[in-house]
């Protein structure tokens, strides 16, 4: 059982905008630690998405959007593409002093 | 280019042990902490263990305590992460990862392409 909760999927279609919602507790989220997102294309290792809550590292499109509020985050993509469905997995910091994650949620592009 | 390249994964039997490693090129090796995350067949990330720069810091989850031993050796870039009475829920990839830090937590900015280690009998 994952720290933070995700839902297990969502889809879209093609120029659409979805969100992926990541819900965790006052020991994490609600604590004031930052969300961050990853991105795992199917077979690839995970890529950073959003950092800090809402930044994006250099390269990632502008349509990934990221926000917190209290114990829960939210990851927003907008102009869905077909290239956008891969997995997605929250990660905040714990009181436990400790990296921890959502259980992940796969998009599917209709 | 950040590059980490994990090796060393396999197939092993329960009890038995394993060495992992990730060569890691394309930035100062020696500033950073790393961390292991691994992921189950057909689950989610779970954060392993990390290692502060010079090594003189380590952290586990507590599933592993006693169990693995993460070093470093600056010299050669390299990470390593020993394991030790494997179990089966010890399988998964095994992913390496640059950690960043901001204020009083962290989160990963590069990772590598994984090693699969299968514990089975």
């Known amino acids: 059982q994952s720290v933070l909760t995700q839902p297990p999927s969502v889809s879209g279609a093609p120029g659409q905008r979805v969100t992926i919602s990541c819900t965790g507790s006052?020991?994490?989220?609600?604590?004031?630690?930052?969300v961050h997102w990853y991105q795992q294309l199917p077979g690839t290792a995970p890529k950073l998405l959003i950092y800090?809550?809402?930044n994006r590292p250099s390269g990632v499109p502008d349509r990934f959007s990221g926000s917190k509020s209290g114990t829960s985050a939210s990851l927003a993509i907008s102009g869905l593409q077909a290239e956008d469905e891969a997995d997605y997995y929250c990660?905040?910091?714990?009181?436990?002093?400790?990296?921890?994650f959502g259980g992940g949620t796969k998009l599917t592009v209709l | 280019e950040v590059q980490l390249v994990e090796s060393g994964g396999g197939l092993v039997q329960p009890g038995g042990s394993l060495r992992l490693s990730c060569a890691a090129s394309?930035?100062?090796?020696?500033?950073?902490?790393m961390s292991w995350v691994r992921q189950a067949p057909g689950k989610g990330l779970e954060w392993v263990a990390n290692?502060?720069?010079?090594?003189?810091?380590?952290y586990y989850v507590d599933s592993v305590k006693g169990r693995f031993t993460f070093s470093r050796d600056n010299a050669k870039n390299s990470l390593y992460l020993q394991m030790n009475s494997l179990r089966a829920e010890d399988t998964a990839v095994y992913y390496c990862?640059?950690?960043?830090?901001?204020?009083?937590?962290?989160?990963?900015?590069?990772w590598g392409q994984g090693t699969l280690v299968t514990v089975s009998s």
């Open positions: 990862a640059r950690q960043r830090w901001s204020s009083t937590q962290y989160y990963f900015d590069f």
């Open positions: 394309g930035f100062t090796f020696s500033s950073y902490w």
């Open positions: 290692i502060k720069q010079d090594g003189s810091e380590k």
């Open positions: 006052t020991s994490n989220i609600g604590a004031g630690y930052d």
């Open positions: 800090g809550n809402s």
């Open positions: 990660q905040s910091y714990d009181s436990s002093l400790s990296a921890v």
